[in-house]
């Protein structure tokens, strides 16, 4: 009985710190207006100029390019800024407030958990800003798959803040930021069907397509906007990105927890 | 029951590759001493220092923190101890009362007692005024002030200083002192720091440890640490310094008397004690003084004495780090 009370209480308490990590994160990302506003240009690059410039490609189906790519670019933002999001961490380690947080008795999963949960409500918010846009690339988005995209888009960003603070956990400068941009977020994008249907690459891509979690990310988010995916359906999907995100929390408490 | 020692260390051991940070380090540490790691850049204090905070792992040896276990019980380590980074370790974009209450949080405490500590604190360190600006906006002093209001949040058992006056103003450095002289006297906290300014450690240190190259060289109190060395040179100016060097000689006062220029230099244990003496045997055997000078021994010259070489008073080693940081911020 006893026992069950200190491990509530613990839990409890590591909640609280969980909420309290959030909260930084939030605080953060409403105090940086410049970098909310900036952040909104590249997606609206993708999807004003370079869907307009392929507007005259045939997809077999009816939907327009633009119309096509718009849960795509929802889903390189959420990459972008998740995963960025992530990495910033190498800087909280050497100048920042990270340090404070890794001498304070919180455990590891607690850290990360309040990262990638305020980091998913940043990415949220930002996705939430593109979503009134839809119109004007032809979407014509119901309040139904507005409330459904919400929710998908914090379980995406989870497992992708989660990659940004692996690599934040392996390379120490950010001398490697290139690197990891031409390495690891540009391939995710580009294998992760947000651009043209996997359905029609060749082959080796569609290999890549498939081990890449962003994919049904993607699609679920396809789902949502059109009301059919093109891969699996859309339930596994779910599935596989909840079991990332679960996975991805779990390596990155343990990457977190080796101390050098 | 409290541990016998705040900190202790047995060979504790760090090393990188070929580089040995920290080399078989013994120390023990009592509660409510003021303990001063005193040394070069790069000697090894605050690799030290983190491994005593549970930051890195040591590669052998072992040391407890408030009779914690630094690798078995990390958590509980956690709990025990604050610590001022020597790198700045808070959010600009956060306002001081900010960073306060989410130090708070991360240490679990109470609201009600969060809130009588954050005024404590921000009053202990004189910036009520300032606690709601963002933190950007403070200046350098401002910002450590801060980063030691937050270091005591919790009442800790154990603080850690790492550089704690690290490229400040000499005035602030002052206030600085002044706020950790209080916490050691009214608090009785236990306190580690490591500094390489002698006026630092010799100002604020019960005790002192020498470190060069990871490994201690000495330690001791600075007063003791001094005594080490001959003792205080005492240059008297007088008419005959040949006629008193010969009657101190005679007393067997001085034994070590040399002079130059009717300059004589005595090398003696307490020259306090012995100034009115010798300007007494003067004025009996008729010689007129001039003047008279003492030269102590200071920490530099102990730490000469003990490492073969100055103290290196080099520019913050986080210099170019903080540089990058105002890039970054922009």
């Keep these: 009985m006893s026992r069950l009370k200190i491990l509530l209480e613990w839990w409890y308490s590591e909640l609280k710190k969980i909420y309290g990590l959030w909260y930084l994160e939030i605080l953060r990302y409403w105090r940086e207006k410049s970098r909310i506003i900036s952040s909104l240009i590249m997606p609206l690059l993708w999807l004003l100029v370079f869907g307009a410039g392929m507007r005259g490609m045939q997809l077999g189906g009816v939907t327009s390019y633009q119309t096509f790519m718009f849960p795509g670019i929802l889903g390189m933002t959420l990459l972008f800024t998740s995963v960025w999001s992530g990495v910033s961490v190498i800087w909280d380690r050497e100048f920042g407030f990270l340090k404070e947080i890794l001498v304070a008795p919180v455990s590891r999963t607690s850290i990360v958990i309040g990262k990638a949960l305020g980091s998913g409500t940043t990415a949220l918010i930002q996705g939430t800003i593109l979503l009134p846009l839809a119109f004007l690339v032809g979407v014509h988005l119901s309040p139904l798959s507005a409330a459904i995209i919400l929710p998908l888009m914090v379980l995406i960003s989870i497992g992708l803040v989660c990659i940004g603070l692996l690599i934040a956990s392996i390379i120490t400068s950010m001398e490697g930021f290139n690197f990891i941009m031409s390495l690891v977020v540009m391939p995710i994008f580009f294998t992760s069907g947000a651009l043209f249907p996997l359905t029609s690459a060749p082959g080796w891509l569609r290999v890549f397509g498939y081990i890449n979690p962003l994919t049904y990310g993607v699609d679920a988010l396809r789902w949502a906007t059109f009301g059919e995916t093109m891969i699996i359906p859309v339930q596994f999907e779910i599935l596989i990105l909840l079991a990332y995100a679960i996975c991805m929390v779990a390596i990155c408490s343990y990457a977190f927890n080796i101390r050098k | 029951m409290q541990p016998k020692f705040a900190i202790e260390t047995r060979e504790l051991t760090k090393k990188y590759d070929a580089l040995t940070a920290v080399d078989h380090l013994n120390i023990e540490i009592g509660y409510g001493e003021v303990f001063g790691l005193l040394g070069p850049n790069g000697a090894g204090k605050t690799t030290a220092i983190s491994m005593l905070c549970t930051i890195i792992n040591p590669t052998s040896g072992c040391a407890q923190v408030n009779g914690f276990d630094i690798l078995k019980r990390p958590a509980e380590v956690r709990k025990s101890i604050g610590i001022v980074f020597q790198d700045p370790s808070i959010d600009g974009r956060l306002s001081g009362r900010e960073n306060l209450q989410l130090h708070a949080c991360l240490y679990d405490m109470p609201s009600t007692l969060t809130r009588r500590r954050i005024a404590e604190v921000l009053e202990l360190v004189g910036l009520e005024d300032r606690a709601d600006d963002r933190m950007k906006f403070y200046s350098g002093g401002m910002r450590r002030r801060l980063e030691l209001a937050r270091g005591l949040l919790h009442s800790p058992k154990v603080l850690f200083l790492d550089e704690p006056t690290l490229g400040l103003d000499p005035q602030t ?158």
């Design chain 2, 173 to 330: 450095r002052e206030h600085m002192w002044d706020y950790i002289e209080n916490l050691a006297k009214e608090a009785c906290m236990t306190i580690v720091l490591t500094t390489h300014y002698m006026e630092e450690a010799e100002r604020l240190c019960n005790r002192v440890a020498i470190i060069d190259y990871g490994t201690i060289k000495v330690i001791d109190s600075p007063d003791n640490l001094k005594s080490t060395l001959k003792g205080d040179v005492i240059s008297i100016n007088s008419t005959e310094p040949e006629k008193l060097a010969t009657k101190l000689t005679d007393l067997k006062i001085a034994p070590e008397a040399e002079f130059s220029d009717g300059t004589l230099r005595l090398t003696v244990p307490d020259a306090d004690k012995l100034i009115p003496r010798l300007i007494e045997i003067a004025t009996d055997i008729g010689v007129q003084v001039n003047s008279v000078s003492v030269h102590r021994p200071t920490l530099n010259d102990v730490f000469l004495h003990y490492t073969g070489r100055e103290i290196r008073a080099d520019e913050p080693e986080s210099a170019m780090k903080m540089h990058m940081m105002m890039m970054r911020r922009k």
